[in-house]
């Protein structure tokens, strides 16, 4: 789970990067095999959880730019056959992404 979080972490930053290079609007969402990028054309990004296991829950997309500053944004991770254990991905919109500490509750 830690793994996969910092590595979201570094790929919403990456495209957070994309987004304001290219000023164009980018979107990260959760799938059901994973999790999409939105709006970067030749984005090579990847699209899928190091273990099959994580899950992503977000109250809407995440809205990665072109703007310098974001609203502030959070992605809760979770382990399927362990709900109970959490961690979250967030930013306050004007620092990185990185990894928050663990919630305690289930999804």
Do not use: H, K
Not at 28 to 51: H, K, V
């Amino acid at each position: 789970l830690e793994r996969d979080a910092q590595r979201l972490a570094a790929l919403l930053e990456s495209a957070r990067a994309q987004s304001r290079m290219g000023a164009v609007p980018v979107r990260w969402r959760s799938t059901p095999q994973g999790f999409a990028f939105e709006g970067l054309p030749d984005a090579n990004l990847p699209t899928t959880w190091l273990n099959n296991d994580v899950m992503a829950v977000s109250q809407d997309s995440v809205l990665l730019g072109p703007e310098p500053i974001i609203a502030p944004q959070r992605v809760r991770l979770f382990m399927r056959t362990q709900p109970e254990r959490s961690l979250q991905v967030g930013t306050d919109g004007i620092r990185p992404f990185a990894v928050q500490a663990e919630a305690a509750t289930a999804p």
